[in-house]
């Protein structure tokens, strides 16, 4: 657009003012996060799924994990296909700033694996207190054992319906997405903090086949 703007990777950012700027086209980047979290709803559910609009690169330990769990995955340009086994194996996760695993995906993976074969062990090293959500999906049958920042998550044959809360985004969709492997029915409460980071949540999950209704009170 034709800033004079330098100092890209240092701690120091330097701009010196122009007169002018000019019109550009831009494509906005795809959400990793919500590519990841759909790529997990395809392995939770033993699904075969294509995510498309995605940058596979922004990605690359979440679709390595995913690989550890026995999905088989198809990955091109802008599209990630999922092909996930009956039942997933158990993985260990580290969360890093990126490039590594992100703290984001943390819960979301966790979910998943709560009905994987065997025992997973998850390190959360950015964030305090990023299980509250875990306390929901004991409730709906999953055996995860806190201790400071591990997560020792011991998968379980099947979840249970309930009536659980998010407590904030990421742990919130991963109870929407515990809800679509349960058996019953799941009411998950205080959906504010899932709407404002996935948009259309609820239609797009209606679009590969799950039931699930948004209930507006």
């Known amino acids: 657009m034709g800033a004079k703007v330098k100092g890209a990777g240092t701690d120091i950012i330097q701009i010196e003012g122009v007169k002018k700027l ?5 494509n906005i980047m795809p959400d990793r996060i919500e ?11 033993g699904g075969n799924l294509t995510v498309k ?9 979440v679709l390595h994990k995913l690989e550890e769990t026995g999905c088989k995955l198809i990955v ?3 599209e990630i296909n999922i092909q996930a086994p009956k039942r997933l194996k158990c993985v260990d996760i580290k969360t890093t700033p990126y490039p590594g695993f992100p703290t984001d995906m943390q819960s979301i993976f966790t979910t998943a694996l709560t009905i994987a074969k065997g025992t ?11 299980y509250k959500y875990t306390q929901e999906l004991i409730r709906m049958g999953a055996k995860i054992t806190i201790e400071g920042k591990t997560a020792v998550v011991k998968g379980v044959r099947k979840l249970y319906g309930a009536n659980v809360k998010a407590t904030d985004l990421r742990g919130g969709a991963a109870l929407v997405m515990a809800g679509m492997v349960a058996r019953g ?3 998950v409460e205080n959906i504010q903090y899932i709407l404002r980071g996935y948009e259309k949540f609820d239609k797009k999950l209606q679009g590969i086949g799950v039931n699930i209704q948004l209930i507006q009170e």
């Open 185 to 187: 029915t799941t009411r």
């Open 35 to 45: 590519t990841g979290t759909f790529l997990c709803i395809g392995a939770i559910t």
């Open 53 to 61: 609009g995605a940058n596979p690169t922004h990605i690359t330990p």
């Open 22 to 26: 000019k019109d550009v086209s831009y």
């Open 76 to 78: 091109e340009k802008n």
């Open 120 to 130: 997973s062990m998850i390190i959360e090293n950015l964030f305090e207190n990023r």
